[in-house]
Nanobody, 124 residues
Framework: QVQLVESGGGLVQAGGSLRLSCAASGRTFSRYRMAWFRRAPGKEREFVATISGSGIATYYADSAKGRFTISRDNAKNMVYLQMNSLKPEDTAVYYC?????????????????WGQGTQVTVSS
């Protein structure tokens, strides 16, 4: 069982930056692939970025490439999402998720554990 708690959301102007954090419970954190998803108003939850258990392999949605960076600290049971050059269309609730899968996963249904989400609002 993994419990996830996100933090770091807020209101930022377009072009600004935010760093989201996700704290995970459990002693086997490094065994889990971690990811960030988001759900914009009126839209379905979508994949943003994922990172392997070791932290070596990362993968991003096209919308996040070049602007967002996912990272993790297994010693602290933490995963992060650094978001730069934010745009109004990045406004969404951002969710941290964990999967026991070792191979890359980008589907909502492929993640076993979810946090409660943190709101990110980007003003124009």
């Amino acid at each position: 069982q993994v419990q996830l708690v996100e933090s770091g959301g807020g209101l930022v102007q377009a072009g600004g930056s935010l760093r989201l954090s996700c704290a995970a419970s459990g002693r086997t954190f490094s065994r889990y692939r971690m990811a960030w998803f988001r759900r914009a108003p009126g839209k379905e939850r979508e994949f943003v970025a994922t990172i392997s258990g070791s932290g070596i392999a990362t993968y991003y949605a096209d919308s996040a490439k070049g602007r967002f960076t996912i990272s993790r600290d297994n010693a602290k049971n933490m995963v992060y999402l650094q978001m730069n050059s934010l745009k109004p269309e990045d406004t969404a609730v951002y969710y941290c998720a964990a999967s026991a899968a070792t191979v890359r996963r980008v589907g909502v249904g492929e993640y076993d554990y979810w946090g409660q989400g943190t709101q990110v609002t980007v003003s124009s």
